[in-house]
């Protein structure tokens, strides 16, 4: 990873997937620095600087997590709840971004403190107008958290 | 009790004298097949009864530890299925009407149950036991297998349910992905594709489009199956004022009249029935589209003797022969090219009404309209209601 500051973390398994969401998000040149991760584990390793993001520092949060629920190893609720129970990550703004809108699911993400919740459409167009308006909101219309709230330590 | 077998009759009562007159009244029975056991109060009774081998209780209600009612209630408590025959006296036959009514096989008045009487009853007095026993065997057997179906049944519902629900939910997936590279492919490498290959890709958006309505309508139904019904006072009004904005987009810019008469408040799931309006105006949308002015119109009626509400259009209708399929799911008695759908919507709504315990149906005729009508809470509603 080069030094520059990630600005979208995309939690995301499914490369077909991935590639649909960057393409929607180059398109309206919304993000230069996306970091993509392929599971839950490597998306907790990377917001809590860990293993391969050790050289990371919490201050240097992503404007905007896109998180997909189903996922291998840690599956995208236990992200959530891992991510805003910390005082050090809790201010980094959450959309998931899934196939499922089940209520228990939509319930359970805003319970543990999601900032925004997406069913990705079926239809591309609508896809990709959905991810723009996301794009757009959280990365030009959103006023995001300054460093010092990521500060001090779990609780 | 065989024939030819000794009846044991256990006698509880503590005066010697009616004691010997019933041990010498049953010696006297024709036949002479009862073995008589006689104790003087109510525990040693009860002791005698929880070994078992006892046929039949001639219970005196007045004894030295326990009197009246109360000797019955603790008699019968003790031994369910031993009959029990009520010894009283001349003046106490009310009481003894009231230990028949609350389980006692029959009574005698002392003095008065000569050698043939009294063998009867006793003889009754088992045979009725012996049968009251078994109905409520059968019954509890009954109603045990009533249990076990509904619990498969539920256990087969609910698996259908989130097979349906899973299967809906990952079918999305692949079909945004196709529908993404097929739109990529027209929108990126339109130079080098020629007019048949770019009708080809959009026959695959078209496809993908269309499952992807089904999908979403598979969805919407397994969803009414799994919800609990939340029933409240509802203004159907409201619903079908909030349904019409709804579909907004599907009337826009088209003549139409509505005719929205006075509709009742009445108990239903609003979330639910709102979905059962967006349906029924949806498709008199639909089917009154050839049309130069569509009249829909909703309103309260009587139906099949019920109060009922329905929904109906001027469009093209249907022939009544093929009405018994409008409910199923994938259902459809149009053509596609005419009419689009999934043929899901008609099968929520049946699905959403059956749940209030209602009924809904159509009438039509070929090209001259449709009208449902919807009935609610002729029969309790499934499930339980919520009440906070």
């Keep these: ?98 196939s499922s809108k089940e209520e228990r699911d939509v319930v359970n993400g805003y319970h543990l403190g ?22 757009l909101y959280w990365m030009l219309v959103n006023e995001p958290p300054p460093p010092s709230a990521f500060g001090g330590g779990p609780s | 009790m065989h024939n030819g077998e000794r009846v044991k009759v256990l006698l509880i009562e503590d005066n010697p004298g009616d004691a010997r007159l019933i041990a010498e009244t049953l010696r006297e029975t024709p036949g002479g097949v009862f073995e008589l056991a006689c104790v003087e109060d109510l525990e040693t009774g009860c002791e005698r009864l929880a070994r078992g081998g006892v046929d039949v209780v001639l219970l005196d209600l007045n004894l030295p530890h326990s009197r009246g009612y109360d000797t019955f209630v603790q008699a019968y408590a003790r031994a ?28 005698l008045v002392k003095g008065q149950a000569d050698a043939h009487l009294l063998g009867r009853g006793i003889r009754y007095a088992i045979e009725r036991s012996r049968i009251q026993r078994d109905l409520r065997r059968l019954n509890e057997e009954l109603e045990q297998r ?90 159907l009004d409201r619903l079908v004022t909030d349904a019409v904005a709804e579909l907004e987009l599907q009337w826009r810019g088209r003549s139409i009249e509505w005719r929205i008469g006075r509709l009742p408040t009445v108990p239903c799931d609003p979330g639910l029935m709102r979905l059962v309006f967006v ?40 022939d009544m022969k093929y009405a018994d399929k409008l409910f199923g799911v994938f259902q459809r008695l149009h053509r596609a090219e005419d009419f689009e759908g999934t043929g899901i919507g008609l099968a929520t709504v049946q699905r959403i009404v059956h749940k209030h315990g209602g009924e809904v149906w159509a009438e039509a005729r070929l090209d001259e309209g449709a009208t449902f009508f919807v009935t609610l809470g002729a029969s309790p509603p499934q499930g339980h209601a919520h009440t906070s």
């Design chain 1, 1 to 98: 990873m080069s030094g520059s500051v990630v600005e979208i973390l995309l939690v995301e398994d499914d490369p077909a997937d991935v590639e649909l969401t960057l393409l929607a998000l180059r398109r309206n040149n919304l993000a230069n620095r996306i970091q993509v991760v392929g599971d839950g584990e490597e998306a907790l390793d990377f917001l809590f600087c860990r293993g391969p993001f050790s050289q990371r520092s919490f201050e240097e949060a992503p404007r905007l997590v896109l998180l997909d629920l189903k996922l291998p190893k840690v599956d995208g609720m236990e992200v959530l709840r891992q991510l805003k129970g910390d005082a050090r990550t809790r201010a980094i703004p959450v959309a998931i971004l899934t």
């Design chain 1, 114 to 135: 999601v900032n925004s919740y997406i069913q990705k459409p079926v239809d591309f167009d609508q896809f990709r107008e959905t991810v723009k308006h996301l794009g």
């Design chain 2, 80 to 107: 369910r299925d031993v009959p029990i025959i009520v010894l009283t006296g001349l003046g106490d036959q009310e009481l003894a009407v009231r230990t028949v009514r609350d389980g006692a096989q029959d009574y």
């Design chain 2, 146 to 235: 009533v249990a076990e179906r509904t619990a498969q049944l539920t256990a087969a519902n609910r698996e259908l349910e989130a097979f349906t629900y899973s299967v809906s939910h990952d079918l999305r997936a692949p079909l945004r992905q196709v529908d993404g590279f097929a739109r990529l492919l027209i929108e990126e490498c339109a130079a080098q594709l020629d007019t048949t290959a770019r009708h080809y890709l959009e026959r695959v958006r078209h496809g993908t489009g269309r499952m992807g309505e089904l999908v979403d309508d598979l969805l919407a139904l397994a969803h009414v199956g799994r919800q609990e019904l939340r029933l409240r006072p509802t203004a």
């Design chain 2, 279 to 318: 349906n029924l105006l949806s498709n008199a949308l639909k089917f009154t589209r050839p049309r130069d002015r569509a009249v829909i119109t909703v309103d309260q009626t009587t139906a099949r003797g019920l109060p009922a509400v329905l929904v109906q259009d001027n469009g093209v209708g249907f």
